[in-house]
């Protein structure tokens, strides 16, 4: 009898689990495609869409993140934490979503550059947040390169009415972790004291 009861409960409890967590599949294809470069980020519509053409991206929650992100000095607020003589406050709701796949990369592919997650403001936002190239009604695609074991250049893309728009490039690091580490995806927005900044799927590391 206690042996039945047992197995009962395993198997509820891992029927609680797969019905409560949807576990993306592992491997998606992550080649370029047509008209999307090598070693640099898409510069129009064509090329962006050609990158994105072999791309999914994880919609589960907690896989992602969602928050208010830090505006500084620009209007009223409160005093910063790290400068007092500045004023901070709470800014646009956005989400980020990580690329499925992205933590299953190898360095070969980031050597030549690859978007990693899709940023966006949500519904009923107005105020632009331009560091993280967001803007009301875009998507923006976060490309990274990598440059070595440790760091990589970074921009953030959107296609605005035609247009692709980027923030300039920038060296971000990459934070390595044993192999194994992470058994899917994730992307997250990191708050800092001077702006916000966001982190990414780059192989068995995190781009930051």
Not at 167 to 174: D, S, V, W
Request: net charge negative.
């Amino acid at each position: 009898m206690a042996t039945s009861v047992k197995g009962l409960l395993v198997v509820l409890v891992a029927t609680v689990i797969t019905g409560c967590c949807r576990c993306p599949p592992d491997l998606v294809n992550h080649s370029l495609s047509g008209a999307c470069p090598a070693d640099a980020a898409p510069s129009n519509t064509a090329q962006l869409h050609d990158c994105l053409a072999t791309l999914a991206f994880d919609t589960i929650t907690a896989v992602g993140d969602e928050q208010r992100l830090l505006v500084k000095n620009i209007g009223a607020g409160a005093p910063c934490h790290s400068d007092s003589a500045q004023t901070c406050r709470h800014g646009p709701l956005a989400k980020i979503e990580p690329v499925v796949g992205g933590h299953q990369r190898e360095n070969s592919e980031l050597d030549h550059g690859r978007i990693i997650t899709r940023l966006f403001l949500r519904p009923g936002e107005s105020e632009r947040y331009d560091s993280l190239g967001l803007a009301p009604g875009d998507t923006t695609y976060w490309w990274v390169k990598r440059t070595s074991d440790t760091t990589a250049i970074s921009a953030y893309v959107r296609d605005s009415a035609g247009t692709v728009v980027s923030t300039p490039q920038h060296t971000i690091t990459i934070e390595l972790h044993p192999p194994g580490t992470f058994t899917v995806a994730l992307a997250r927005f990191i708050w800092d004291d001077a702006d916000e900044k966001t982190q990414g799927p780059c192989g068995v590391g995190c781009c930051r």
